[in-house]
C-alpha cells in the first residue's frame, strides 16, 4: 500500500460525458502527478500540482482539468468524454526533500471505461 | 526535449536466472533522478529502485541492480535469481524536476 487512494476504482460512463475522478496524496506530500494509461501503452503525463498550484503540464487535452485543493487531495474533470478516453488513470505524489526526495508513489488508478 | 527509450518491448527469462532491462534516455540536465517502475498484471505501479545522477554508485535493492552509465545516458536494470513474481512490465522513468518522462516498457516473463 503505497498510501495514495483514489476513487472511484472503477468508472464506466457514456460518451459526452463527464467525471471527476479524486486522489488523496500520502500524507505530508504536496505534489500530485496525474497519468493516463491507455490499454497496453506507457504512462502519459498530464498534469501535475505542488501544494495547491499547477506546477507542469503534459499531453493534457483541453477538456480535461484538474485542481489541487487545501487539503491537499486532487480531482481530474474529464469532459466530452470519447471512447478514446478510456484508459487507466494513476494519481502519484511525492515528497520534495528527505530520504525519499523526489520519488513518486503510485495510486491504484481508477479503470475509466467510455461506452 | 527529454525521452526515455525502452528498446525491449518484451522479454523472458528462466527462473533463477539473471536478465538485464535496457533503458536509455536523452536530456542536456544535469541533475536528474532514474527510476524503474514494476507493474504487475493487478497494474499497481510499483518502485524497484532509484538512482540519483550525482552518484556515482549503482544502487541495489536485493536482486535488483542498475548499471547507470551517466556519459552514454544509460540506465539498465538486472534482475538476479528471477522469481515467478517478477513477472510484469517494467518501466523506465526519468525525473528532472518537476517532470517524469516514462519509457513505453518492457514487458518481462519469467519462465518456471
Known amino acids: 500500500d503505497s498510501g495514495v487512494t483514489q476513487t472511484p476504482k472503477h468508472l464506466i460512463t457514456a460518451t459526452g460525458q463527464r467525471v471527476t475522478l479524486r486522489c488523496s496524496p500520502r500524507s505530508g506530500d504536496l505534489s500530485v502527478y496525474w497519468y493516463q494509461q491507455s490499454l497496453d501503452q506507457g504512462l502519459q503525463f498530464l498534469i501535475q500540482y505542488y501544494n495547491g498550484e499547477e506546477r507542469a503540464k503534459g499531453n493534457i487535452l483541453e477538456r480535461f482539468s484538474a485542481q489541487q485543493f487545501p487539503d491537499l487531495h486532487s480531482e481530474l474533470n474529464l469532459s466530452s468524454l470519447e471512447l478514446g478516453d478510456s484508459a487507466l488513470y494513476f494519481c502519484?505524489?511525492?515528497?520534495?526533500?528527505?530520504?525519499?526526495?523526489?520519488?513518486?508513489?503510485f495510486g491504484p488508478g481508477t479503470r475509466l471505461t467510455v461506452l | 526535449a527529454q525521452t526515455v527509450t525502452q528498446s525491449q518491448p518484451e522479454m523472458s527469462v528462466q527462473e533463477a536466472e539473471t536478465v538485464t532491462l535496457s533503458c536509455t534516455y536523452d536530456t542536456s540536465e544535469n541533475n536528474y533522478y532514474l527510476f524503474w517502475y514494476k507493474q504487475p498484471p493487478s497494474r499497481q505501479m510499483i518502485l524497484v529502485i532509484r538512482q540519483e545522477a550525482y552518484k556515482q554508485q549503482n544502487a541495489t535493492e536485493n536482486r535488483f541492480s542498475v548499471n547507470f552509465q551517466k556519459a552514454a545516458k544509460s540506465f539498465s536494470l538486472k534482475i538476479s535469481d528471477s522469481q515467478l513474481g517478477d513477472t510484469a512490465m517494467y518501466f523506465c522513468?526519468?525525473?528532472?524536476?518537476?517532470?517524469?518522462?516514462f519509457g513505453t516498457g518492457t514487458s518481462l516473463t519469467v519462465i518456471p
Open positions: 502519484a505524489s511525492s515528497v520534495v526533500g528527505g530520504p525519499y526526495h523526489n520519488e513518486q508513489f
Open positions: 522513468a526519468f525525473m528532472t524536476p518537476p517532470q517524469f518522462y
